[in-house]
């Protein structure tokens, strides 16, 4: 079975500039989740969609990111425009379930970004 | 807020030594789970406790969730290198819908 994958696996840019990231989460996980994990720091939700819907996104900085899952498979996570402060890594995950703190999350590689 | 606070935040041991790390909060979690994240990887699921008091083993690794459903700690014997990773505990809130993580301990075992 294939796992979570995620685009780049590494990217570069200068502040301001703008940048997305891709997933494709697990064939027939209907749960998709967005992490931002700083380093030092554990991972921290940004958003997490059920199907297409948002069930969650109130620790999104909105006036900057957006999310979106079309057609309720793959998603992409947008900056624009980048800040200093969104260094980080940006994990994917996806789960068969909405109830994630009893079943299994499955993580991508990540995506390292780095904003100078 | 619910918060998950690990220690210690960094733990460097030779091969074969034993340790303990820790999960600890000042709210009632319904479970916690706890992941290991390898460099450039993503977090990968150790195992899930949801009864307080409850010990799970896996190989040389024994977690134990706090009675009170509190805390929770990793216990690793005989340590060996492919040990070596960031050990994340986390826990649902919000009815169980969101995961809140605690920042890790970064474990590096010697050979």
């Known amino acids: 079975e294939a796992g979570v994958a995620q685009s780049p696996r590494y990217k570069i840019i200068e502040k301001r500039q703008s940048v997305a990231f891709w997933c494709n989460p697990i064939s027939g996980h209907a749960t998709l989740y967005w992490y931002q994990q700083i380093l030092g720091q554990g991972p921290k939700l940004l958003i997490q969609?059920?199907?297409?819907?948002?069930?969650?996104d109130s620790q999104l900085p909105k006036d900057r990111f957006s999310a979106e899952r079309l057609k309720g498979v793959d998603s992409t996570l947008k900056i624009q425009p980048a800040k200093l402060e969104d260094s980080a890594v940006y994990l994917c995950?996806?789960?068969?379930?909405?109830?994630?703190?009893?079943?299994?999350?499955?993580f991508g590689p990540g995506t390292r970004l780095t904003v100078l | 807020t619910q918060l998950l606070e690990q220690s210690p935040q960094f733990l460097s041991i030779q091969e074969g030594e034993n340790l303990t790390v820790y999960c600890n909060s000042s709210s009632v979690f319904s479970s916690l789970q706890w992941y290991r994240q390898e460099p450039g990887e993503g977090p990968v699921l150790l195992v899930t406790v949801v009864t307080g008091g409850e010990v799970k083993k896996l190989k040389r690794l024994t977690f134990q969730f706090g009675d009170a459903r509190k805390d929770s700690s990793l216990h690793i014997t005989a340590a060996q290198p492919g040990d070596t990773g960031l050990y994340l505990c986390a826990g649902p809130y919000t009815g169980g819908f969101k995961t809140i993580f605690g920042a890790g301990t970064r474990l590096f075992v010697k050979a």
């Open positions: 995950a996806s789960s068969s379930s909405l109830l994630a703190g009893y079943n299994e999350q499955f």
């Open positions: 969609f059920q199907n297409n819907g948002v069930v969650d």
